[in-house]
Structure formats: C-alpha cells, structure tokens
C-alpha cells in the first residue's frame, strides 16, 4: 500500500505584509493537510508490512528563496509557503521514526523549479534565470518528480525512510 501526498497552496505576500490570515491559510493548505492525511492513512497502510508514504515538500522547505531571482513577478517563494514546506520536512521524519515500528516508511520529496504551467506565469526571462541557477542548466520537469516518486515506493528503497529527496538540479540560487 502506498500513499503518496501531493500539497501545494499558498497565498503569494512578503513577511512585512502578510496578513496572519493568508499566512495560516497556506499552513492550513499545505501542512495541516498532509498531516491529516498521514493520520487517516495509517489504518489502511499498516495492514501491509511494506507499505510506504511519500510527502512533497520543496527545495523552499530547506532553503530561502532568493528573491532577487524572481524580479517583480510576485512569486518569490513567499514566507507561509516556506513555513509549510519545512514543516512538512520535519512532519515526513517524526512519521517515519514513529511509523517505522508499524511497517510504514515515509519519504520525502523536495522538487526544485519544475516547469509546469503554474510556473510559466513566471515569464521567460525569470524561468532562464532559474535554470541557469542550476549546474544542469534547466528547469525540472514533472517526470523528474515522478521518477523519484517511483524510486521512493518501489523495492529499491526498501531500507529508506525519514529521507528527503531533493530535486532540484543542485538549485545554487
């Protein structure tokens, strides 16, 4: 049994601006969510000795954005999306050492810029200069994560819990 959890919400802002509502809202949507999802998965997934978890964080959740990177775009990785995503780092490793005993493993994934269409809002001059911040010179793509998503559940990763994955083509920004 598998459950892989896929959150992204947020409320664009600054930390000097944010309104506690806006910032709780992206708490709510992103952290606040996989965790109860973690929790009303347990029943089913503890039935099955090799069952697994995988959480999607964000290279955010580890590191700062760089908010120069983003120019006058608005989506510069506001503070409440950070928040959320690091929590959500912390919340897959307390999982995993608690969960491990009843034969669940939970993972982690930290994608980097991945280019979706929410990310070509971004326009094409911010997307070159994100993937130039990477050694690999590009954006990721959706089958990146999906790949790493398929590492995490499969057999491969029998022995690999509490981890994150991060994503990101070595992001350097």
């Known amino acids: 049994n598998t459950m892989v959890n896929f ?31 973690i929790r009303e998965s347990i029943p089913y997934l503890e039935k099955n000795e090799r069952s697994c978890i995988v959480n999607t964080a964000s290279m955010y959740g580890l590191v700062s954005a760089d908010y120069r990177i983003y ?15 690091a929590g959500v780092v912390n919340l897959t490793r307390y999982a995993a050492a608690h969960l491990a005993p009843r034969g669940i493993r939970v993972n982690c994934v930290a994608p980097g810029v991945i280019d979706t269409d929410m990310v070509q809002v971004l326009g094409p001059e911010v997307l070159h200069d994100l993937a130039e911040q990477t050694p690999l010179g590009r954006l990721g793509t959706p089958q990146d994560i999906a790949n790493a998503v398929a590492f995490l559940i499969s057999e491969k990763a029998s022995f690999i819990t509490g981890q994150v994955l991060t994503v990101d083509g070595a992001f350097v920004g």
Not at 20 to 32: H, K, P, R, Y
Not at 73 to 84: D, E, K, L
């Open 7 to 37: 959150t992204a919400f947020g409320k664009a802002g600054s930390i000097d601006t944010m309104s506690d509502e806006d910032f709780n809202s992206t708490i709510q949507g992103a952290l606040v969510s996989t965790f109860r999802t």
């Open 71 to 85: 120019g006058t775009s608005g989506q510069n990785s506001p503070p409440n999306y950070a928040a959320s995503k």
